[in-house]
C-alpha cells in the first residue's frame, strides 16, 4: 500500500504565502507523477501544477497560478512542495496531492492524499 499526506494548510491573508507538502511512503517502486490540485465549494477539482518524472521530467502548472505558484520535488524524500506566493481570495480551496507510482511488478497506481486546507482572506 501506498501512503500521501499533505501539510502546510491554513489560514492566510490575501498576498500572503504557503507552502505545502506532499509525502509519499509504502510500496513504492518508482514515481511517475506527482501532482497537486484543488477544489473549491461548488466547483470541480483543477490541476494547479505537475511534475512528470522520467523522460524530460516536465512541470506544468494552471494558467491562473502561473508566476506565483512553484513545484518542486526532493527524489530522497519521495515529496512534493507547493510554494505559494502572491496568494488571492480565489485560491481558497482544498488541495489535493496526487502521485502515480509503480510498485514491485506492478503499476502504474493511482493514490490521493486526504486533502489540505488552503483559506485566504481579503
Known amino acids: 500500500q501506498v501512503q500521501v499526506v499533505e501539510s502546510g494548510g491554513g489560514l492566510v491573508q490575501a498576498g500572503g504565502s504557503l507552502r505545502l507538502s506532499c509525502a509519499a511512503s509504502g510500496s513504492i517502486f518508482s514515481i511517475n507523477y506527482m501532482g497537486w490540485y484543488r477544489q473549491a465549494p461548488g466547483k470541480q477539482r483543477e490541476l494547479v501544477a505537475g511534475i512528470t518524472y522520467g523522460g524530460s521530467g516536465s512541470t506544468n502548472y494552471a494558467d491562473s497560478v502561473k508566476g506565483r505558484f512553484s513545484a518542486s520535488r526532493d527524489d530522497a524524500k519521495n515529496t512534493m512542495y507547493l510554494q505559494m506566493n502572491s496568494l488571492k481570495p480565489e485560491d481558497t480551496a482544498v488541495y489535493y496531492c496526487?502521485?502515480?507510482?509503480?510498485?514491485?511488478?506492478?503499476?502504474?497506481?493511482?493514490?490521493w492524499g486526504q486533502g489540505t486546507q488552503v483559506t485566504v482572506s481579503s
Open positions: 496526487n502521485v502515480i507510482v509503480r510498485r514491485t511488478g506492478s503499476g502504474p497506481y493511482s493514490y
